[in-house]
């Protein structure tokens, strides 16, 4: 049995928002300090953020000092009430919302700090006609969003995360259902893909996407890619006849569109079947925006891969009607869900809100490639693990993925 520490009890005394109460809150817009106990560092690299917030960094060493001082009030004297307070695992902001509500303070701890809210991870099953069902998996502290596809007595995981493995392996089961695939759209460079992982602990087949090969895919996998986009310039190393261009599961069929520009092999999903399809867009098109040009090709390459993007946008995407639903890979601060809390939408919502799809090439490759956000922390190692080309363990894979996706152009 595992002891647990004094601090570790108290944390559980001190009053506290849990992780899963955190994403309304920060949604809301009503206004809430946060106040960030960790070191500069991790908080530069990863905060919480969202309109209404104020994030302000005070580190745990000063709450010790200022106890013993007893100028604990001086640390928040221009902080705005209610206060959250945060740190890694909830404990040293335990300790100081402690301090602050003895001195008066309206301060509320975050249960479990940090990596809980990294932890959060959500089902919720989409309200839309469809020949099978849909759950979307969101992942509030990143925006990551992974789907899953079900249809007698068979699954499908659409960019799965290696962190919540079991996750898709239980929901599975509980379904009575055999996971068949487990799908990345691209090249993921914010999150470690669990496709690997799901098909070590299931009898599911891990899919990428053609393309990956050229970028130097290093693990065994199916991959999928658009026939008519391959044509006849397939290099010979990889043939037209080894990768596929629909999956089938159960009763509904997956057809795969190759849709680059965000990166040169993503893909986007169509699944067939009710009132209009579904299209799971992976990173080329989002509720807010559109694919970021420069992960894969850097800064150089970026307006090459925008005008890609724009191709891919008029030649694969806008030819689909309206009544279209737009599932996508990710969602920033900017996304609004639905009612249900899902994040999908109409294409004709989005042809109607975001200017990106109307624009011209020119203007496009423009808007796409100037005020980028940064790149995703360890983007690059990131890429690499999700190739095969370095290993990490499970906390190491943890790490590096914390924080922000930063994959869109915002709108």
Request: hydrophobic share 40%; charged share 25%.
């Amino acid at each position: 049995m595992t002891e647990r520490s004094d601090a570790a009890d108290a944390a559980d005394e001190t009053p506290s928002i849990a992780p899963d109460a955190l994403p309304e809150r920060l949604q809301s817009g009503d206004s809430m300090t946060v106040l960030d106990v960790r070191d500069r560092d991790e908080f530069e690299r990863w905060h919480l953020t969202g309109d209404g917030i104020e994030a302000v960094q005070v580190p745990h060493m000063k709450f010790v000092q200022a106890q013993a001082t007893g100028d604990v009030p001086d640390l928040v004297t221009d902080l705005e009430e209610p206060i959250l307070a945060v740190c890694g695992h909830g404990e040293a902001s335990a300790h100081a919302v402690d301090l602050l509500r003895d001195a008066g303070i309206d301060a509320a701890n975050l249960a479990g700090g940090m990596d809980a809210w990294a932890d959060l991870y959500r089902v919720r099953e989409l309200d839309i006609d469809a020949p099978a069902r849909v759950l979307q998996y969101d992942r509030p502290s990143s925006g990551c969003l992974g789907y899953a596809i079900y249809s007698s007595g068979e699954a499908a995981v659409i960019d799965p995360l290696r962190a919540f493995t079991d996750r898709y392996d239980a929901d599975a089961t509980d379904r009575d259902a055999a996971l068949t695939y487990a799908i990345d759209t691209h090249v993921h460079a914010d999150h470690v893909s669990g496709v690997r992982a799901l098909a070590d602990r299931t009898d599911a087949t891990a899919v990428v996407p053609d393309g990956a090969t050229e970028r130097g895919l290093a693990f065994d996998a199916m991959t999928v890619g658009d026939a008519a986009e391959r044509g006849s310039e397939t290099p010979a190393s990889h043939t037209q006849q080894d990768a596929v261009d629909e999956l089938r599961i159960g009763d509904v069929t997956l057809t795969v569109l190759a849709t680059p520009g965000h990166t040169t092999d993503s893909i986007s999903l169509r699944l067939e079947g009710g009132d209009s399809p579904i299209l799971f867009t992976g990173d080329t098109l989002f509720l807010e925006g559109v694919g970021r040009p420069d992960l894969e090709r850097g800064d150089d390459g970026a307006a090459a891969a925008a005008e890609q993007l724009y191709e891919t946008l008029r030649t694969h995407l806008l030819e689909h009607p309206d009544e279209t639903t737009v599932a996508p890979g990710h969602y920033s601060d900017a996304a609004e869900p639905r009612d249900d809390g899902t994040y999908v939408a109409r294409l004709g919502a989005l042809r109607d809100r975001l200017d990106a799809l109307s624009m011209d090439d020119t203007a496009f490759v423009a808007h796409a490639t100037s005020a980028l956000p940064p790149r995703p922390s360890n983007y690059e190692r990131i890429v690499a693990a999700n190739l095969g080309l370095e290993d990490v363990d499970a906390d190491t894979a943890f790490e590096l993925e914390l924080g922000p996706n930063n994959c869109a152009v915002a709108d």
